[in-house]
């Protein structure tokens, strides 16, 4: 069993900036690709940004392409979302996601989900 802790989140105004951290719990953290996801009110959760295991992929979804950066430290047991420009659209939970897939872009595709933490973007 995995528990994600996600913190970071926070009240922020458009063009700004937030950074998310997750720490998974136990000692197995380099063997999960892990991934943020997203759910706004009324809309379905959706994906946001990935890692691989070795942090050397990552992938984004269109939306925020450019504007946020995932990374991790596999000796500090952390992955890491910088959101930057931030935009009112950005706003909702965000979720922390671990996988043992190598792909992890889809729900199904989690084996574990953190308590999501809130972002919320003013304009």
């Known amino acids: 069993q995995v528990q994600l802790v996600e913190s970071g989140g926070g009240l922020v105004q458009a063009g700004g900036s937030l950074r998310l951290s997750c720490a998974p719990s136990?000692?197995?953290?380099?063997?999960?690709?892990m991934g943020w996801f997203r759910q706004a009110p009324g809309k379905e959760r959706e994906f946001v940004a990935a890692?691989?295991?070795?942090?050397?992929?990552?992938d984004y979804a269109d939306s925020v392409k450019g504007r946020f950066t995932v990374s991790r430290d596999n000796a500090k047991n952390t992955v890491f979302l910088q959101m930057n420009s931030l935009k009112p659209e950005d706003t909702a939970v965000y979720y922390c996601a671990a996988s043992t897939l190598s792909s992890i872009h889809s729900t199904a595709s989690i084996d574990y989900w953190g308590q999501g933490t809130q972002v919320t973007v003013s304009s």
């Open positions: 890692i691989s295991r070795s942090g050397g992929r990552m």
């Open positions: 136990g000692r197995t953290f380099s063997r999960y690709a």
